[in-house]
């Protein structure tokens, strides 16, 4: 959602954190991997120490992170079963070429 809105989100999120914390619209520097399905945090569990399960990663949560070797940001989306995972874009072909091999596809 927030890719569609774009500035107009970003300002209506500065005015809403009226400077209490600052506001970064990441998408020129990164590349964006939506990763789901029901293997989704098994396949995120093996990039990362971070506990992934439904019980501890909830829908909303978000998380910098050692993911594969690379630095990332990952998303945990509302419908709880989809997850965003946002890389520097220079490194966007190793992080496909670490999902393609960590998923069997």
Known sequence: ?????????????EDAAAGAFTILDLGASRGVF?????MARRVL??????DFSARSF???????????????IIHAAEDGESFDIFVYR??????????VEATGA
């Not at 939506?34 to 029901?38: E, S, V």
């Not at 569990?45 to 971070?50: F, R, T």
């Not at 909830?58 to 990332?72: D, I, K, S, Y």
């Not at 220079?90 to 999902?99: D, T, V, Y």
């Open 1 to 13: 959602a927030a890719r569609e809105r774009g500035p107009d989100l970003v300002r209506a999120l």
């Open 34 to 38: 939506r990763l789901g399905g029901a």
């Open 45 to 50: 569990a093996k990039g990362s120490g971070v």
């Open 58 to 72: 909830v829908p909303g949560m978000c998380v910098a992170t050692a993911f594969a070797r690379l630095t990332a």
């Open 90 to 99: 220079s490194f966007s072909q190793e992080l496909k070429e670490w999902l």
